[in-house]
T-cell receptor, first 113, second 110 residues
Framework: DTAVSQTPKYLVTQMGNDKSIKCEQN?????MYWYKQDSKKFLKIMFS???????INETVPNRFSPKSPDKAHLNLHINSLELGDSAVYFC????????????FGPGTRLTVT | DQQVKQNSPSLSVQEGRISILNCDYT??????FLWYKKYPAEGPTFLIS?????DKNEDGRFTVFLNKSAKHLSLHIVPSQPGDSAVYFC?????????FGQGTRLTINP
């Protein structure tokens, strides 16, 4: 059983399209995160949710909108995709907000052409 | 702008020897420092942590050292094994979030 799963694993799409990435965790954790690994390989936090409530919202274009239907799911919707959105997106979860032990999904490689 | 940096993109070590991975940070308000390990096509996994009030933490073959005056931490792996070949991310916790470095790719040669 995968602890944190993401779908799809790969996503290739054209500029201007809208796409979603789904994340689910079966660890019973209260907090979930989205990270972006950019071209320079830094992993940067985008959002965190605790029990469906937005806790952290970093400086991310408002084309990115997270949605948490329940505490086990955190989806990422991206509108009007741009070339610069190409990256690997990781979902993660932890038992509490700010816990340093986070459990990551396998990542979604998004390529915008 | 980057508060956590790993200046060596890659490191190659012979099996059985010591691997030393380095990390520098700028924010003195970080309270915990971590190392995560990442294999290809997988997400990072937590490896070891150290509180900002300590200078050393050991877990089996892995030891993390913290030098607060230099704002520097390092991860020592001894002895290095082929399964240690991976990308290692340094991270620091502050303001309820983790700030990651860009990773160092460690290759253990037989």
């Amino acid at each position: 059983d995968t602890a944190v799963s993401q779908t799809p694993k790969y996503l290739v799409t054209q500029m201007g399209n809208d796409k979603s990435i789904k994340c689910e965790q079966n660890l019973g954790h209260d907090t979930m995160y989205w990270y972006k690994q950019d071209s320079k390989k830094f992993l940067k936090i985008m959002f965190s949710y605790n029990n469906k409530e937005l806790i952290i919202n970093e400086t991310v274009p408002n084309r990115f909108s997270p949605k948490s239907p329940d505490k086990a799911h955190l989806n990422l919707h991206i509108n009007s995709l741009e070339l610069g959105d190409s990256a690997v997106y990781f979902c993660a979860s932890s038992s509490t907000t700010g816990s340093y032990e986070q459990y990551f999904g396998p990542g979604t490689r998004l390529t915008v052409t | 702008d980057q508060q956590v940096k790993q200046n060596s993109p890659s490191l190659s070590v012979q099996e059985g020897r010591i691997s030393i991975l380095n990390c520098d940070y700028t924010n003195s308000m970080f309270d915990y420092f971590l190392w995560y390990k990442k294999y290809p096509a997988e997400g990072p996994t937590f490896l070891i942590s150290i509180s900002s009030i300590k200078d050393k933490n050991e877990d089996g073959r892995f030891t993390v050292f913290l030098n607060k005056s230099a704002k520097h931490l390092s991860l020592h792996i001894v002895p290095s094994q082929p399964g240690d070949s991976a990308v290692y991310f340094c991270a620091a916790r502050g303001a309820q979030k983790l700030v990651f470095g860009q990773g160092t790719r460690l290759t253990i040669n037989p």
